[in-house]
Nanobody, 122 residues
Framework: QVRLQESGPGLVKPSQTLSLTCTVS??????????WSWIRQPPGKGLEWMGI???????YYNPSLELRTSISRDTSKDQFSLQLRSVTPEDTAVYYC??????????????WGQGTQVTVSS
């Protein structure tokens, strides 16, 4: 059973960089066919996919956030991280990390972290 846990500051000042880490247990982030994502949910809004890093290290970003977003990983710690630069109050959200694994060509399994609230405020 894969488990994910987000960590990072709950309060970030405007114009600063939001940094979060997701620690994976019960599996390795380099295990084949796993993909690791960051997703957020602003208050009163739906889920927004931010980006993904695959088991092979390939990274893809939401085009609307790409200029401000970086995703990286530390395979020795089974962690992957998010940096969001130049934040504004509109970046206030619950941030989730998620794992999705391809079981068969038509079946996937998804695991979610519990989410962490990040507020952007001076």
């Amino acid at each position: 059973q894969v488990r994910l846990q987000e960590s990072g500051p709950g309060l970030v000042k405007p114009s600063q960089t939001l940094s979060l880490t997701c620690t994976v247990s019960g599996g390795s982030i380099t295990t084949s066919y796993y993909a690791w994502s960051w997703i957020r949910q602003p208050p009163g809004k739906g889920l927004e996919w931010m980006g993904i890093i695959g088991y092979d290290g390939r990274i893809y970003y939401n085009p609307s956030l790409e200029l401000r977003t970086s995703i990286s990983r530390d395979t020795s710690k089974d962690q992957f991280s998010l940096q969001l630069r130049s934040v504004t109050p509109e970046d206030t959200a619950v941030y989730y990390c998620r794992a999705k694994v391809l079981i068969t060509s038509a079946t996937t399994r998804t695991y979610w972290g519990q989410g962490t609230q990040v507020t952007v405020s001076s």
